[in-house]
């Protein structure tokens, strides 16, 4: 059974405030979604595996723990995920980066596969898909699913805010991966939008509102 963390950071929650403001504008908002992005990789890559190492410092020898395996691989889902990627980068600038697009097919509303671009060896990788906002859950349940596809089989999933119903049907679907959520909003509205919620955060993010 995989996990969910649901963040507790003073910067987080902090950055999230000015994330909803209605005022924020569109570099502010790009830089700190990258930023929360940053903050919450270090949980996300808390237990990347690692193996032992003799290091000679200036004054002695001694034996460290560096990371082992190949480089894990980020996958934003197009087009909002790409707000958290360069966030992640930060602090792991040796990740693989692919691409999922997921577009609602308005007959079905189920997400459908427009584009997806993979690194070689996906079996041997930890991936970790990122978008800001865990709505329906349906894409995300998606994008897990196509990277189950390639034999990955380390999955974790990081949105900056959730709601309760897409936070419930990813685990749902999904039971064996960790989620990470920034904050866990109230509920959806009738337009599948989260309460309080930041808005359209793809639109924010590129400045199309």
């Not at 958290?84 to 079905?108: D, Q, Y």
């Amino acid at each position: 059974m995989g996990k969910t963390v649901i963040m507790d950071h003073a910067l987080i929650c902090h950055k999230i405030a000015v994330l909803r403001d209605e005022r924020t504008g569109t570099r502010d908002f790009r830089v700190i979604a990258g930023e929360i992005a940053t903050l919450m990789s270090y949980e996300v890559f808390r237990d990347l595996p690692t193996v032992p190492v003799k290091i000679k410092t200036p004054v002695a020898e001694t034996e460290e723990r560096m990371l082992s395996g190949r480089k894990p691989v980020i996958v934003p889902i197009l087009r909002a995920g790409l707000g958290m990627t360069n966030g992640v980068l930060e602090i792991m600038p040796s990740a693989k980066v692919g691409h999922i697009g997921l577009k609602r097919n308005e007959a079905t509303h189920e997400p459908e596969e427009y584009y997806c671009n993979l690194p070689a060896h996906m079996d041997e990788r930890i991936a970790v898909i990122t978008d800001p906002m865990l709505a329906t859950g349906g894409s995300a349940v998606a994008a897990v699913r196509m990277l189950k596809d390639t034999g990955c089989t380390d999955i974790r999933f990081m949105c900056i805010i959730a709601a309760p119903e897409g936070l419930e049907t990813l685990r749902s679907a999904h039971p064996d991966i960790d989620i990470y959520v920034g904050c866990l909003d109230k509920h959806l509205n009738e337009n599948a939008y989260i309460v309080p919620g930041l808005g359209d955060a793809g639109d924010r993010i590129f400045g199309t509102d």
